[in-house]
């Protein structure tokens, strides 16, 4: 970026924050850093160990870096031999109208289709016979509407993943056609996934994204209600989900019941005893890991090292916090070089990162009510919530009010945002 005018190299800067989560290879080669290799670790022998049909929840805070992760731990199990389809559920279903029944749908959706691009060698009359169970519904009259509209040289797959996202009206065929006929749905995974390793020789693996990213209404009725039709598919799956949903003692010892939970932690800054101290120790291996991110992202000559490493500590150790946060500081810069194109000495400064804060700290505040305020207090000052399964607390772990952290022992601690909102509010004190 170095030699472009200012505006343009805050533009790169910021488009290169843009770039989050790592999927393509030249991001992955130009950005990536070594980050959560002991969970995806974990996540590679919990596969390579569990039976053919393993199920493994996958879950973090969102924006942590799940799926930069996902797709890093896609990339190997490819590499060890497995036939691996990772989707995300947002590019396959509306996420208002995700169950169990289009996800199910969507798997055996993205396995034929994956198989077909890869030119597998699946006998056309299995492959037949499965593309016309994919247009069958409970209808008749929208079976043949269906089959209609593919008759003029569509790409079938591509237009039932189409349908699949945009209309309601499919969605709710699918629905109403196999919600008391999930057993089919399953058969059908795994005859696509048994005519794939036949003609490969390879394990299926599936991995499925952004299910934490749906309303905790939602995922709660798929994981509590259906869990059973979910993982009746004799395959490999990886799911993820919010890391509010499995505080729900219920829940988590069904899940605990029938597979493995592996969380990929907040990175944190300090330990406990250290975390509300003015002048607290900070666990420098995990700051530089973050500020690894940065460095890759913005030149070092356009943000101040102290401001660099603030942003690191302002994001609570949750990495779309710092992209967030970053990208924010960006625009800034942005907004003073087009008030004041002469200034070429703008940077990230203490000055522009205040700005940055003042516009993040109000997006947190404007969804708080007093309730809430009171709870993050007392979760500020005891490191736990009084109740771990209340409803307010799983929305503020859900939203990022709070974040969760590992000792020996889980505890909790308020993002440094609304820490900040509240002390400006006189609801905490001044740090020791």
Known sequence: MTGSNPSDRFMQAYRNLALFPLLEAQEIENFRVKYGQRTLARLKQEILASQANGKVIFTGHRGCGKSTLLNEFAGQMRQRQHFVVFFSIADMVEMSDVNHVNILYSVALMLLSKATKLQVPIPETTKNNLLNWFTETKSKTYTDQLKQEMSVGVNVLEFLQGKLQKEDTFREEIKVTYERRVSELSNTIDRIAAAIQAATQKEVLVIIDDLDKLDLSVVEAIYRDN?????????????????SVVREPRLLATLQSCCQIILLSVTKFFPQDQAHRLAGEALEENVDILLGVLKKRIDPDLVEPDVLRQLVLLSGGVLRELIRLAQECCRECMLELDLNPENA??????EVLAAAVKTLRNQFARSLGSQLYELLG?????????????????????????????????WYDLHPLVTDLLRRKQLIGAPE
Do not use: K, M
Request: charged residues 15%.
């Open 227 to 243: 869990i059973n039709a979910l993982f009746s598919p004799n395959i490999r799956i990886v799911f993820t989900i919010p890391i």
């Open 345 to 350: 000495d703008v940077v990230i400064n203490a």
């Open 378 to 410: 007392q979760i500020y000052a005891q490191f736990t919530p009084p109740d771990a399964r209340s409803p307010q607390f799983l929305e503020l772990l859900h939203g990022l009010y709070v974040l969760e952290y590992e000792n020996d022992d889980l």
